[in-house]
């Protein structure tokens, strides 16, 4: 049963244009949800988070979007560089539980 | 500060080896978590430790094992090898694995064969 879903495997985006990156979950217990950056042979990145508490978290370039009532959350990368093409990974995770859950990932490829 | 190290960063075994892979958590964390990440199944929890106890276990066959060793550094084993077994096997550590963030090592490339 996969409780984290990214529906979209790949995006490719003009560079200097928004790249919107899409997350689906279905367990309601989740409280905390983050978004990784990972390249060829190299582990995943940490990039932002949100807590269910907020619908809103933002970081430079990137913002996240939590939609509790429709368990939708997004990724903006505002304006997308070409250093961004990268698998992108949605990850969840329940209150006082150490496990995170991962989406399938989405590769973003910026083109110049 | 150093980041999380895997070692080896790759390994080729044979169907029916054990292997046994390792990481060494970003010095100060204590929480030491591993994933498995395959083309088809994404990156799946395997188990947590802290404080050298296991304390959250994923839904994999026993032949998958882990341990921590009281500088929290941990080792995870795989007995029996099977061809599925070939993964991306990723370790994150954070202080108290109830943190904001968990940070990856590059982890550990095994093929079976």
């Known amino acids: 049963d996969q409780q984290v879903k990214q529906n979209s495997p790949s995006l490719s985006v003009q560079e200097g244009r928004i790249s919107i990156l899409n997350c689906d979950y279905t367990?309601?217990?989740?409280?905390?949800f983050l978004w990784y950056k990972k390249y060829p042979a190299e582990g995943p990145t940490f990039l932002i988070s949100?807590?269910?508490?907020?619908d809103k978290n933002e970081d430079g370039r990137f913002t996240v979007f939590l939609n509790k009532s429709a368990k939708h959350l997004s990724l903006h990368i505002v304006p997308s560089q070409p250093g961004d093409s990268a698998v992108y990974f949605c990850?969840?995770?329940?209150?006082?539980?150490?496990?995170?859950?991962f989406g399938q990932g989405t590769r973003l490829t910026i083109n110049p | 500060k150093a980041g999380v190290t895997q070692t080896p960063r790759y390994l080729i075994k044979t169907r029916g080896q054990q292997v046994t892979l390792s990481c060494s958590p970003i010095?100060?964390?204590?929480?030491v978590s591993w994933y498995q990440q395959t083309p088809g199944q994404g990156l799946q929890f395997l188990f947590e430790?802290?404080?050298?106890?296991?304390?959250n276990k994923g839904n994999f066959p026993g032949r998958f094992s882990g341990r921590q060793f009281s500088n929290s550094r941990s080792e995870m084993n795989v007995s029996t090898l099977e061809l599925g077994d070939s993964a991306l096997y990723l370790c994150?550590?954070?202080?108290?694995?109830?943190?904001?963030?968990?940070?990856f090592g590059q982890g550990t490339r095994l093929t079976v064969v």
């Open positions: 367990n309601s217990m989740f409280d905390y």
């Open positions: 010095s100060g964390h204590r929480s």
């Open positions: 990850a969840a995770r329940r209150q006082g539980a150490q496990k995170l859950v």
């Open positions: 994150a550590s954070s202080e108290t694995g109830y943190d904001t963030e968990a940070f």
């Open positions: 949100i807590s269910s508490i907020k």
């Open positions: 430790y802290f404080s050298e106890t296991q304390r």
